[in-house]
């Protein structure tokens, strides 16, 4: 069996030994709850937000601000939100996925 570190973790190559010599850790994100996402609402315009699940993101159209999701925690700070240009916010919206 695998010996773990001093805060009792396992290394890397420690995993390989466990899972049949493959060291790949499951990174597949979880889509959003649709409850957060129906109170969820950009902290700038107080609008509704468009979810982009695949891209891990979502925009407001409004104030064209992309919001990234990082550990499938949407990162809601407008200081940390991508301003994107309007020809950019309109191709957004024309391929947003439909509610």
């Known amino acids: 069996m695998a010996e773990t570190g001093a805060l ?10 466990l ?3 493959h060291a790949s850790v499951a990174t597949q994100a979880m889509p959003l709850d649709p409850l957060l996402l129906e109170i969820l ?6 609008k509704a937000l ?8 979502l925009f407001c159209p409004d104030s064209r601000l992309k919001y990234r999701i990082e550990d499938d925690i949407p ?18 919206v024309a391929r947003a996925p439909q509610r």
């Open 8 to 17: 009792g973790l396992l290394h890397a190559s420690e995993l390989a030994t």
């Open 19 to 21: 899972g049949g010599g």
């Open 41 to 46: 609402v950009c902290p700038e315009s107080k």
């Open 50 to 57: 468009l979810y982009f699940e695949s891209e891990s993101f």
């Open 75 to 92: 990162v809601m700070l407008i200081e940390e939100a991508e301003r994107v240009s309007e020809a950019d916010a309109a191709a957004l």
